[in-house]
């Protein structure tokens, strides 16, 4: 089976130039596109949360994968070579209409696509040089990295008022309004009173009073 993708980013997009430009690659090669495949999707998207992913899984050996070029395939060297790999393991003949790459069972075609793996490589390691030095540019400059110490948050505005909260819970108000009157969740406030014995202490003192008022 012979299939033509088709990929734009958005639906104000036209297909028809990559229709065309694949329907003249097959006819000179004399091939027949069986079927055409159309999606609407941003090729930054991984290729399993894309059509091109269930179509490369239904593939089979001998199959053939026409697109108009490699970024059809996707915007990443990391995800591109992915699906070269899959198309060798799966015996799929992939060919890109610009570029004239032939993807197949052949030496060239491996070779090619060692090449693509070696630059993709070559990205990831010159995305993470830039991105530490970067970092180091910053701290020379004095720009303190990551979360402020001190940081304004909702577990401090807890620890503030610690205080205020055990007089709150030795007067026996609900938990569920100390949240409220603060601005935080559940979840944020036992996390706060398992790091304060006091607090805990607290908490598990008015549960005891209001067991002790059910059984009266």
Do not use: H
């Amino acid at each position: 089976m012979i299939i033509g993708y088709l990929r734009v980013s958005t639906g104000k997009q036209n297909l028809s130039n990559q229709q065309d430009e694949i329907s003249r690659f097959a006819k000179n090669r004399n091939m027949s596109v069986d079927l055409w495949v159309t999606e609407v999707a941003s090729g930054s998207k991984n290729e399993k949360e894309r059509k091109l992913g269930s179509v490369l899984r239904k593939m089979k050996a001998g199959d053939t994968l026409i697109v108009t070029e490699v970024s059809r395939l996707s915007r990443t060297l990391t995800d591109v070579m992915y699906i070269m790999g899959q198309c060798l393991k799966k015996k799929i003949n992939l060919y890109t209409t610009k570029e004239g790459y032939s993807f197949d069972d052949t030496i060239n075609s491996k070779v090619l696509c060692f090449a693509f793996g070696l630059v993709a490589e070559l990205e990831r390691n010159l995305i993470s040089m830039r991105t530490k030095e970067a970092l180091a540019l910053r701290k020379a400059e004095g720009v303190t990295l990551g979360r402020r110490r001190g940081s304004y948050t909702k577990t401090n505005t807890l620890i503030e008022n610690r205080r205020e909260i055990i007089r709150l819970l030795d007067s026996d108000v609900p938990i569920s309004r100390i949240c409220t009157r603060f601005n935080v969740s559940r979840d944020t406030f036992a996390k706060f009173k398992d790091r304060y014995p006091a607090v805990k202490r607290a908490a598990e003192m008015k549960e005891e009073r209001r067991i002790r008022k059910i059984r009266q």
